[in-house]
């Protein structure tokens, strides 16, 4: 990551940078209670996340309207599921339960952009991955 405080050069770095840095800096908020320590956290296919920005941040009452460019109302609680997909070429997520319709009928997931969600749980599958953050947190298990 540059240095640099111009936001041309931010950019270039950031659309430039090599695949394995840009997929390192999808990090989210960490709320795990597990972890609490730990501030954020790279953002991984399994973890449950709470989206709190964005037109699915604030859906309407029911969870199956989207935000209000959905054609929804605001609400006050954002959709909660489990991330399906992570894309790291653009950066985005595709969570479980956030999706719209295409004009044939299918289901299609809507992408979101890590800064607009929480982790709320963990995946617990990869034990390398547990034993880095409890690294982090200043322990041994």
């Not at 940078?17 to 730990?38: E, F, V």
Request: hydrophobic share 25%; proline share 5%; with cysteine.
């Amino acid at each position: 990551m540059s240095k640099s405080s111009k936001p041309n050069k931010q950019r270039l770095q950031t659309n430039s940078a090599p695949a394995h840095t840009r997929r390192k800096r999808m990090r989210a908020r960490c709320l795990d209670p597990t972890w609490s320590t730990i501030r954020n956290i790279t953002v991984r296919v399994g973890d449950i996340v709470s989206v709190r920005r964005g037109d699915w941040g604030n859906p309407g009452h029911d969870k199956e309207e989207g935000g209000k460019r959905h054609g929804g109302k605001r609400g006050k609680f954002g959709v909660e599921g489990r991330v399906l997909r992570v894309d790291g070429k653009s950066g985005t997520l595709y969570v479980e339960g956030v999706g719209h319709s295409t004009a044939d009928g299918k289901e299609e997931g809507v992408p979101i952009h890590p800064s607009n969600v929480v982790v709320t749980k963990v995946d617990e599958g990869d034990p390398i991955r547990l034993q880095k953050l409890q690294e982090r947190i200043g322990g041994d298990e």
